[in-house]
Nanobody, 123 residues
Framework: QVQLVESGGGLVQADTSLRLSCAASGRAVSRYVVGWFRQAPGKEREFVASTNWGGGITVYADSVKGRFTISADSAKYTVYLQMTSLKPEDTAVYYC????????????????WGQGTQVTVSS
């Protein structure tokens, strides 16, 4: 069973940066793709980015492309989400989860959700 734990959230000002971490543990972790999702109050949980452990396959939502970078450290079994040029609309709880589908953006393809980490961007 795979477990995922997010960390790194916080309160930041607009146009600054923040890096989130997703630490993975359990059996056959490297077989899966890890994705980041976010959920703002009153909104659906939405896809942000995903990567395989080799880093050769990365997928981004259009809303974050060019501002966010996802990367994977296979030695530490940790996936990072580097967020730059943050905007107030990036405010949400950020979750990581796993899937076997390399290119999926659909939350129903993911499981083993972490508890989430809050990111708040003030204007």
């Amino acid at each position: 069973q795979v477990q995922l734990v997010e960390s790194g959230g916080g309160l930041v000002q607009a146009d600054t940066s923040l890096r989130l971490s997703c630490a993975a543990s359990g059996r056959a972790v490297s077989r899966y793709v890890v994705g980041w999702f976010r959920q703002a109050p009153g909104k659906e949980r939405e896809f942000v980015a995903s990567t395989n452990w080799g880093g050769g396959i990365t997928v981004y939502a259009d809303s974050v492309k060019g501002r966010f970078t996802i990367s994977a450290d296979s030695a530490k079994y940790t996936v990072y989400l580097q967020m730059t040029s943050l905007k107030p609309e990036d405010t949400a709880v950020y979750y990581c989860a796993k899937t076997i589908s390399s290119y999926s953006r659909h939350r129903y393809d993911y499981d083993s959700w972490g508890q989430g980490t809050q990111v708040t961007v003030s204007s």
